[in-house]
């Protein structure tokens, strides 16, 4: 069923976005074009548990939905992180200022297949202590929460977290944890 890429032509590139669109081949001879995608940096985020057993969540300002929302915390993966699992540690520390005694892989999920070439690498996290402040970006403004996983299934059920990747990932972090049942 894989498509063949028969001509790219990038419209635009920049740090956080890189469009292009392709010519392609379906499998049938049906060329198919324009098909625009999306590139993005691959990205990770941790369900993050402090020693106490409390969630980390973090409130911040979203400016394409015009809306202040909760989240887990993550970020786009650097050309100078040594892999995926380096990568979470450091966004953890980054926007939490809490360091992880242990950081497992849960899952890899998509933003939307049909158009973002990019993944999520989703960890669970756990031993979290706080070792220092935040050190935000420039465009930051991120909020640390700590939650009861209690309080954290309560915010699913009543919708107050809507990112779906992060909410995917909590899902997944339940279960791992055996707070999720089926």
């Not at 420039?138 to 779906?164: F, G, M, P, T, Y």
Request: proline content about 3%.
């Amino acid at each position: 069923m894989n498509w063949k890429t028969l001509a790219s032509k990038y419209l635009f590139t920049d740090n956080w976005l890189t469009l292009r669109v392709d010519k392609c081949q379906r499998p049938d001879g049906k060329i198919v074009e324009p098909y625009y995608v999306y590139e993005f940096p691959d990205w990770v985020t941790a369900v993050a548990l402090t020693t106490d057993q409390q969630i980390i969540l973090v409130r911040q300002y979203r400016h394409a939905l015009g809306q202040t929302i909760l989240e887990i915390p993550g970020g786009c993966v650097d050309k100078t992180d040594a892999d995926y699992e380096a990568a979470c540690a450091r966004e953890l520390l980054e926007e939490t200022g809490y360091q992880f005694e242990q950081i497992e892989f849960l899952c890899n999920t998509s933003a939307n297949p049909s158009t973002n070439n990019n993944l999520m690498h989703v960890y669970l996290a756990t031993g979290g202590v706080k070792v220092k402040e935040q050190q935000l970006d420039e465009a930051e403004d991120i909020e640390v929460l700590l939650c009861s996983i209690d309080e954290v299934k309560q915010l699913l059920r009543d919708n107050k977290l809507i990112q779906s990747m992060h909410v995917t990932a909590l899902m997944y972090a339940l279960e791992k944890i055996g707070e999720l049942k089926y």
